[in-house]
């Protein structure tokens, strides 16, 4: 069979069995690159195509001998008809067409296969339409090739064939160097390969193409992707400079005791922690970096640290960035975790889990916080679990700053893992400080913790280490004596000095005075480097490359090389933080040095700035506490006090919204985390009395400030939720009012009604139903006129639960059931779920007290189905008590019990009080049915203490019922008798008149009808 090869990319050529056609004339060779491609095609269309404006008899003349001319060049009937209007390729001849592999997708073509466009070169002469044709299908394949040459680079590089990535890219770039998707998949290809130099040479190639053809700069997808990849290889190359060794001498003795214990460590069962003292500059960090890197295996996880002098007063700051990597650790592992151990963390530790969001909470329900030791637990689990694989080492630097709580965790740590499996070294100046002596003492006594005292290199040291640092350099002996006076054999002195005798090359005249010394590390320094360095020195912690940037207003290939002017001085390093590549000063008193030295009105306009650039960070969720700290420290030494004063507010709030929760509103739809919080009463008090003096003071100055008034109102509402959660409720309940007065005077009508709705849940504690409705309504008339529904929604649920207390059951579930309307009606019902799942708990509760059981249970079961399917904790415990009495009320004790259980279990996680009289009374009786009547007297005194701490009427009356029951038992039970006698005080009859009197007052409740018919039947007996 004859083949026929046509080559039709870049300038055509026909074969035919390897032999090259010549043809006669140009619309006969256009003709048949035509038939090729479309294989058939009617005379008409030919005519058209070729011979257009001639006359139709002229034309299919010339159409018939271009066919002919055609047949005799190729000797061969390589064209047919199989119709008289129809003219095909032979269907006897095999054809091999470059394009068609092309398009049939059967590979990719090389460049040197795509050496040209379709038809390249080609040109025939009045053939319009024909040459619309060739234009219109070199357009499509070329478009198709690009398409096929994109798809092979993306697959290339999605499968890491990176070399053919890398051919394609260059391709797509010779074909098209304007196009910047093929410079950035090379960008991406070379990244990938740690080719960092490449990419970044990639980039300034388009760069310089498209300012010299075209005037313009790269996009800025592209501008991004050099960042990313800048900033990449600045952390690749902080890494590596770590590998590399640094210069360290002397403390052999120190290091031997790390090499002991750290051995202790990875062999034994139990070991020893490390605390390493000394002044300031002494090298306690530089002994703790040499042994790190010279002796911990890759087996164990060294997590780092620092504890800042401006964080010294905000908890558990330091944990934060430990937990931060925790966390990355954990998502690496796929570690599985109960899911209230990451709640806890998580909400605690804001920065925890990258998978877990944070969620916020505003009040809704009174109740206490959770249990601190149960925080402290679960942080410790958490850290054993994750050592169980691979041991942890906590690294403190500066603990002398750390905080009370942070001081306490880490003891805890201690005492509790004992070092089995986690390690904890500080770092610690050796000022005298309270804590400090403490800490060391406790853990001392116990055996858990060394210390590292360092003391000041003695003269011939200090001349040890100077030979060892300059081996080239010829010491004199007035220069031997010199240093060693000036420095004292302080390591960070003695390190300043030398670098100064080193740069004396350059004429830099000696100095004796320290200050000066150091004065002299930035003297040759650019003035844009100047620039940076006093940017940082306001910073008390590391200063990530974005931040930077922000406030710098230069590019990061321009930071780039200031910053590594600065590391080649060794002033600055490199380390990879929370936020990626994070910039630090060698030493901290390089940073203080500056900071000293920054004339007044330049610090606090910097730190303006800077406060200024982190507000424009926040987003508005619970991880906002993390730069409130960084906020108040900024805008205090910028004199910003309305802004001090706004984040303490803030910062507080934040701490003081974990408890008095049962039913929050979410405000993500992530409801894997709940607010766990924690903030000791002192600590509460003091800082609310700092928020005070800070707002006397911002008063005798901006009186009648629009903004300031809000803040004070703020304060007020905390210092109003405080009070009553500390039982001074008169005080509490004034202070609400206020709240409640201002902020309708200023339309601040959000903390309104939240005011209203903390009144109105100390009237459902109390009992006190005519303070309630009267807030209700006062409240819903408020939330009415500023249409806010969520508001709306939440009172007709409280309203509901009003009508259920008067006794007014049908009333009452039709205002829960119209309140979930509401709910499910917002645009973001996710975050009314426990609101909607309490309505249903209170359409229970009044089935429950009209004595319809089965149906109270229905609905139980809906309440405590939302919290388990989006694993929320708070708010279920209540729902299982309720289910359990209503078993109980319908005589199903096993089921009942499992409730009471089940509910006990979280009361263990969570300090809240509702309800927890109820569950332990209730189990009493089960218990005493049992015969366990040990347990159940236990489970009694449980009872009562949690109900006397409540002082909720309701709950005292419950657990008066259960001595009643108790006290009848004892009558027919002579081991009953004598297990209770000592506590059982009082007969059937006297119990049953005081609940009784107790539930008089307390209307809608059936079980003043169980105390009747209880006594009834004592009484007949």
Known sequence: MTTITGKLLGNPIIYKDNQQIIFPYKKAEALFYYLLIEKRASREILVNLFWGTAPEDMAK??????????????????????????????????????????????????????????????????????????????????DSYIHKLYQGAKDSYGNNQFKNAEKYCKILIQRDEFDE???????????????????????????????????????????????EIIKEKSIRDALDKKQHKEFFYGREKELQIFKKIYGEFVKKPNSRSIIITGEA??????????????????????LFTH???????????????????????????????????????????????????????????????????????AIIDILERVAKYKKIILVFEDLQWADAMTMDLIKSVILKNRS?????????????????????????????????????????????????????????PQLKDLIYKETEGNAFFLTEFLNNIQENRQGIEITGKMEDIIKSRFLNISEEGKKILNILSVFFDAVSLDYLEGLSGKTQIELMEIIEELQDKNILMEEEGNQGIELVFTHQKLREYLYKNLSLSRKKLLHHKVGCFIEGQLTRNKKDILLYSKLIYHFTHSSNWMAVLKYNIKNLETYLDFNHEIFPIVDTKDHDTEAYYYLKQKEAKTKLEGIKSLLEKIKTEKSGDKELKKLEIDYLYMMGRLSIKN????????????????????????????????????C????????????????????????????????????GLLKIMEGFYEEGEELLKEAIIIFNSLSDSYKYLLNIAAAYNFIGESKRHSQRFEEAVEYYKK???????????????????????????????????????????????????????????????????????EEALQYLLKAEINAEKLKSPYEIALVLRVKAEISREMSVNKEVKRVFDAYIDEDTIAYCNEGINIMKDIKGYYERSVFEELKKNCEGF
């Open 181 to 227: 998707r093929a410079y950035r998949i090379l960008m991406m290809v070379y990244k990938s390969q740690r080719k960092y130099n490449q990419a970044i040479e990639v980039y300034h190639e388009l760069a310089h193409i498209l300012n010299e053809e075209l005037s313009i700069a790269p996009d800025t997808q592209t501008t991004k992707l050099l960042e």
């Open 61 to 142: 003349k010339n159409l018939r001998n271009a066919v002919y001319m055609i047949k005799k060049a190729f000797n061969e009937e390589v064209l047919v008809s199989p119709q008289r209007s129809i003219i095909t390729l032979s269907p006897h001849i095999h054809y091999e067409i470059d394009i068609e592999d092309m398009v049939k997708d059967r590979k990719i073509l090389s460049l040197e296969e795509y050496n040209g466009e379709f038809l390249e070169g080609f040109f025939v002469r009045d053939a319009t339409d024909f040459e619309d044709w060739m234009f219109d299908h070199r357009n499509k394949y070329r």
């Open 863 to 933: 309440a405590i189905a939302i919290c388990q399917e989006k694993k929320i904790v708070r708010g279920l415990a209540i729902f299982q008590i309720n289910a359990g009495l209503a078993y109980l009320a319908m005589e199903e004790n096993q089921k009942a019990k499992e409730y009471f259980n089940k509910a006990l279990k979280i009361y263990k996680k969570l300090d809240f009080l509702w309800g927890r009289s109820i569950a332990y009374g209730h189990l009493a009786l089960l218990l005493i049915k049992e015969k366990q009547y």
């Open 764 to 799: 459902v504690n109390t009992q006190n139903l005519t303070l309630m409705e009267g807030l209700i309504e006062k409240a819903l008339q408020t939330a009415g006129e500023h249409h806010i529904h969520e508001e709306i929604a939440i009172l007709y649920r409280l309203k």
């Open 281 to 302: 500059g002494i090298g306690k960090s530089k002994l703790l970096d040499y042994f790190i890197k010279s002796s911990v295996c890759e087996e164990e996880t060294v």
């Open 420 to 476: 089995s499996s986690i390690m904890v070294i500080t770092t610690c100046r050796n000022e005298y400080k309270v804590k400090i002596d403490r800490f060391i003492t406790e853990l001392s006594s116990c055996q858990l913790i060394e210390k590292i005292d360092l003391s000041r290199f003695n003269k011939q040291e200090t001349i040890n280490f100077a030979k060892q640092l300059l081996p080239k350099y010829s010491f004199h």
């Open 727 to 762: 039982g001074n409720y008169d005080k509490g309940l004034q202070t609400i009012r206020e709240v409640i007065v201002k902020a309708l005077e200023e339309e601040e009508i959000p903390l309104a009604l939240k005011s209203y709705r903390q009144m109105i849940y100390y």
């Open 307 to 377: 504890c800042y002098q401006a964080e010294e007063n905000y908890s558990l700051k330091p944990w934060n960035r430990i937990f931060s990597k925790v966390s990355n650790i954990i998502d690496e592992s796929k570690l599985d975790l109960p899911i209230l151990l990451r709640n806890i963390v998580g909400y605690v530790f804001p920065s925890f889990s990258t998978s877990l969001e944070v969620t916020a909470i505003n009040p809704v329900e009174n109740l206490d916080s959770l249990k601190y030791p149960i925080i402290e637990n």
